[in-house]
């Protein structure tokens, strides 16, 4: 990942440097333009006041308007929304906008912005360059044991004709394995099912911990995306205490990532 257009306060993956039509970024809690660094884009955990200032403030740094963004509220499914021009700033500006109770937002249309919030969880962004299509996924413990990621890959698939192997995948910034501790019923869970390799279940003494990125990187491999084609970001929510909010730092502020195509 890198610093997106000198803005310290975003982030965006570097695969999709060599893609001219489509925009991505990752926001941090600092604000892009340098002061402050409680960035939430979240619903929850700040001032309505504060966290709707900064969405217009991220709008402002990427030069887009409140209308180009599309949110949807996540609830650790894999319930997914194909946007249309309908949804053209759905969440934006409040809540009860938000597409409901989707994990997964897909379209083809040019200049909407899909939006996934996070703070732990794994935010997801695919781009088909073959057919110019865009998804955005919040995939967490939860997604990531439904597969949300890969279900979005087909979902590009078979709703836009995308082609695995031409796939862009990004896995964001989210809780490391060596932070991600889950209990011996949840390890069991992730163990049993024959999807998960080993080495992203681990045991250090009486802890478990879980590998949600590697986990996300081998469903969409084996699904046929190639393994060049796949962006891992290596930052930890949980370790990086001053460019991310973290769930399980007691946080409910959000930061989120993004992804659009250019027109
Ligand atoms: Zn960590």
Do not use: W
Request: hydrophobic content about 40%; glycine content about 8%; aromatic content about 10%.
């Amino acid at each position: 990942m890198e610093v997106f257009n000198n803005l310290n306060g975003l982030l965006k993956f570097s695969i999709l440097d060599k893609f001219p039509k489509v925009l991505d970024f990752v926001t941090t809690r600092q604000n892009p333009f340098g002061y402050g660094n409680n960035f939430n884009i979240g619903y929850s955990g700040g001032d309505d006041k504060e966290t709707f200032e900064n969405r217009m403030l991220l709008a402002t740094a990427l030069v887009l308007k409140p209308e180009n963004f599309v949110i949807q509220t996540q609830i650790h499914k894999d319930n997914y929304k194909i946007v249309t021009e309908e949804n053209a700033g759905n969440g934006f500006l409040s809540k009860v906008s938000a597409i409901q109770g989707t994990d997964i937002l897909l379209t083809n249309i040019k200049h909407l912005c899909l939006i996934t919030r996070s703070a732990d969880c794994t935010p997801v962004l695919l781009y088909s360059p073959d057919v110019e299509a865009v998804a955005a996924v919040h995939s967490g413990r939860e997604g990531t044991f439904l597969g949300v990621a890969a279900k979005a890959a087909k979902l590009l698939k078979e709703n836009f004709g995308a082609d695995f192997s031409k796939m862009i995948a990004c896995i964001g910034p989210s809780i490391g394995k060596e932070c991600y501790e889950v209990g011996y019923d949840c390890a069991g869970k992730f163990f049993k099912n024959p999807r998960f390799s080993d080495n992203t279940i681990s045991q250090k003494g009486e802890k478990y911990f879980l590998d949600l990125k590697t986990m996300i990187f081998d469903d969409l491999t084996a699904l046929g995306l190639k393994p060049g084609n796949i962006e891992k970001s290596a930052f930890c929510t949980k370790c990086d205490d001053k460019k991310f909010f973290s769930a399980r730092r007691g946080e409910s502020q959000r930061f989120c990532a993004g992804i659009m195509l250019k027109k």
